[in-house]
């Protein structure tokens, strides 16, 4: 709390320096950094209204100086490539891995926020894996026992009730997981393991875990025999009946209690072998080919895209999307301003603005940008919505798609009759007005789901594909039925990497579906869009058109749109 004033007083002295022509100690570059600090901090309300107050002031001097030079331009953004020193990588690996570290730690918020309920068995067992691992990896058998055949586990998973864990508090929940990923990552750099052995390695390592009896707390297994031997041993040495009845007592009694303590085992084995599978699943989340999440998209270096930028370090103007960045540097620290507001660009920085956010990830002279939808807005996770919707509206093969999740509902009710799903079935669809057959679909996948809960639907579709003789369909539905699921929440990447944001505006915007451009329109609340010559379909907050050459899936909320194009 002192350190805090401190500072508050550092910054309000610094700020009137300023005010008074004279430069600050430290420079503005010290100024700057202080600045960013404090308004990150969790200042008390008192500190609060003073560094407020005092910001204010610096603001405004800032907006009465004149207005300085325009900065130098960036030279012509052509993929110019910047040439690593001789036995360095290329810096693009090193700074898609931060991006992909910036959209982990976003899903990890998320998945850990799902697994505090309840007993919490996946973060306690995550937990022993970290210890153990960390333990048996500094032994020298480690590097050779891919099967862990010499491996004995020796940290048991912690109690619900282990104060010194402290599973509750949801940020150690999210550092078990990232420490979780980062173990699994790098493990390929401790052990001569293919990069795809990652997955399977793990599992072994955490069934050792789940197979020692010590891991989960209960007490030690009874030596019945020794009982028995006991009593065997004083029936043949004539021991009174008294004598007999109470080692049969005592024998009785351990067997029960042994039997229940099996039974106790047995019910957190498989307890906790449920939840081994959830934590495997975040394995999902590793970049390919140890994963299933695509390395994020960074284009070479000296090229802009629409919402991409991977550039040298040099002062200039960056336009990202519809937003303008400035990179500046000041008393040997670079800054990257958005608004108005400039921050210091060390590692990794991220901007929100408005329902926008600026990843920027730096390494060396090289900077990458990127815009991201907000984490909590629900643009990406309706084009994932969209993108299943797009092969269920697909009048291939009438309506495969569709037909075979109608089949799934049915299959995951007990009611599915394949006659009731052939062909005939898709001459309603055709009749049906666009908007209506998607409203149909999209309930249709909702009732699906809750109907199948957190059942795999790979089995069900191929059971009904087989019956309605469409194999190849239900394996594709089953596809994205499980990319749709294991993807909250989706990325850029994830949904295919060609994702579009706009602004909502009074004028016409245009999209391009292959060769077909089609016309976005706000009329007062409402959007529509369509092309030439034909009627404009609304956009509520998703939308799934179908032209000959691809499909427009386009989410809206509020003033921000979101599209990408399937072919």
């Given at each position: ?12 002295y610094r ?8 430069t ?13 600090f ?7 309300g008192?500190l609060?209204?003073?560094?407020r107050?005092?910001d204010?002031r610096?603001?405004a001097?800032?907006?009465?100086e004149a ?10 953004l052509?993929?110019?490539?910047l040439e690593?020193?001789?036995?360095e ?9 931060k991006?992909?570290?910036l959209?982990?730690?976003?899903e990890?918020?998320?998945r850990a926020?799902?697994?505090l309920?309840g007993?919490r068995?996946?973060l306690?067992?995550?937990?022993a894996?970290l210890q153990?691992?960390l ?7 480690f590097k050779?026992?891919?099967?862990l ?5 020796t940290?048991?998973i912690p109690?619900?009730?282990d ?9 150690v929940?999210?550092?078990l997981?990232?420490e979780?990923?980062?173990t699994?990552?790098h493990l390929?750099q401790?052990?001569p393991?293919?990069?795809e ?5 793990l599992r072994?390592f955490l069934?050792?875990?789940?197979e020692w009896?010590g891991?989960?707390g209960l007490?030690p297994?009874r030596d ?8 065997e ?8 009946e008294?004598e007999i009845?109470r080692?049969e007592?005592?024998l009785?009694?351990?067997a029960?209690?042994?039997r229940r303590r099996?039974?106790?085992?047995e019910e957190e084995r498989g307890?906790f072998?449920v ?5 495997l ?16 998209r960074?284009p070479?270096?000296?090229v802009v895209e629409?919402n ?6 040099r ?6 999307g519809?937003l303008v960045l ?8 670079w800054h990257?301003?958005l608004g108005?507001?400039d921050?210091?660009l ?18 060396g002279?090289?900077?990458?940008l990127?815009?991201e939808a907000?984490?909590?807005l629900r643009?990406y996770?309706?084009?994932s919505e969209g993108?299943?919707l797009a092969?269920?509206l697909?009048?291939e ?26 062909p ?7 009749q049906a007005?666009p908007?209506?057959l998607?409203?149909?679909?999209r309930?249709g ?9 957190p059942?795999d639907p790979?089995?069900f579709?191929l ?5 309605l003789?469409?194999k190849g369909?239900a394996?594709?539905l089953a ?7 294991g ?13 579009h ?9 245009a999209?391009?579906?292959?060769q ?9 609340d ?7 010559a034909e009627?404009?379909?609304?956009v ?10 691809g499909?427009l899936?386009?989410a809206r ?8 194009v399937?072919?």
């Amino acid at each position: 709390m002192e350190h805090l004033a401190d500072l508050v007083d550092l910054y309000e002295y610094r700020v009137e320096d300023l005010l008074s022509g004279r430069t600050p100690k430290g420079g503005k570059g010290a100024l700057l950094k202080l600045r960013a600090f404090l308004a990150q901090a969790r200042l008390p309300g008192p500190l609060a209204k003073r560094f407020r107050q005092a910001d204010a002031r610096y603001r405004a001097l800032r907006q009465r100086e004149a207005a300085p030079p325009p900065p130098p331009e960036l030279p012509t953004l052509e993929a110019v490539p910047l040439e690593p020193p001789k036995g360095e990588e290329s810096p693009l690996k090193a700074l898609a891995l931060k991006v992909w570290r910036l959209l982990t730690e976003r899903e990890v918020r998320v998945r850990a926020k799902e697994l505090l309920a309840g007993r919490r068995e996946e973060l306690r067992l995550v937990h022993a894996f970290l210890q153990n691992f960390l333990e048996y990896k500094e032994k020298p058998e480690f590097k050779r026992d891919f099967n862990l055949s010499r491996f004995a586990p020796t940290h048991p998973i912690p109690s619900l009730s282990d104060t010194l864990v402290d599973l509750d508090d949801p940020k150690v929940a999210e550092a078990l997981l990232l420490e979780f990923l980062e173990t699994a990552l790098h493990l390929p750099q401790h052990l001569p393991l293919p990069p795809e052995e990652t997955r399977p390695y793990l599992r072994r390592f955490l069934m050792r875990i789940l197979e020692w009896d010590g891991a989960y707390g209960l007490p030690p297994k009874r030596d019945l025999l020794a009982l028995r031997r006991a009593l065997e041993e004083a029936r043949h040495l004539g021991a009174t009946e008294a004598e007999i009845a109470r080692l049969e007592e005592r024998l009785r009694r351990e067997a029960q209690e042994e039997r229940r303590r099996e039974l106790l085992l047995e019910e957190e084995r498989g307890r906790f072998r449920v939840a081994m599978e959830k934590v495997l699943a975040l394995l999902a989340l590793l970049p390919t080919p140890q994963g299933d999440t695509p390395w994020p998209r960074v284009p070479e270096v000296g090229v802009v895209e629409e919402n991409l930028a991977t550039l040298p370090l040099r002062p200039g103007r960056v336009q990202i999307g519809p937003l303008v960045l400035t990179l500046a540097q000041a008393e040997g620290a670079w800054h990257l301003g958005l608004g108005g507001e400039d921050r210091v660009l060390e590692d990794t920085l991220l901007l929100p603005f408005e329902d926008l956010e600026v990843f920027a990830v730096r390494e060396g002279e090289v900077v990458h940008l990127r815009l991201e939808a907000r984490s909590g807005l629900r643009l990406y996770e309706l084009l994932s919505e969209g993108r299943v919707l797009a092969l269920l509206l697909d009048p291939e093969r009438d309506y495969a798609h569709l037909r075979l999740l109608r089949a799934l509902s049915a299959r995951l009710k007990g009611e599915f009759r394949p006659e009731a799903f052939g062909p005939a079935l898709a001459e309603k669809y055709r009749q049906a007005p666009p908007e209506a057959l998607q409203d149909f679909a999209r309930k249709g996948l909702e009732l699906t789901l809750k109907r199948l809960g957190p059942q795999d639907p790979a089995p069900f579709l191929l059971e009904v594909g087989e019956a309605l003789g469409l194999k190849g369909e239900a394996e594709a539905l089953a596809g994205a039925l499980k990319d749709y699921l294991g993807r909250r929440p989706p990325t850029r990447e994830t949904l295919g990497g060609e994702v579009h944001l706009l602004a909502l505006t009074p004028e016409p915007q245009a999209l391009r579906v292959g060769q077909t451009v089609l016309s976005l329109r706000l009329k007062e609340d409402a959007v529509y869009v369509g092309q030439a010559a034909e009627v404009p379909r609304k956009v509520a907050d998703l939308l799934v058109y179908r032209t000959g050459e691809g499909t427009l899936v386009l989410a809206r909320e509020g003033r921000r749109v979101a599209y990408l194009v399937l072919p």
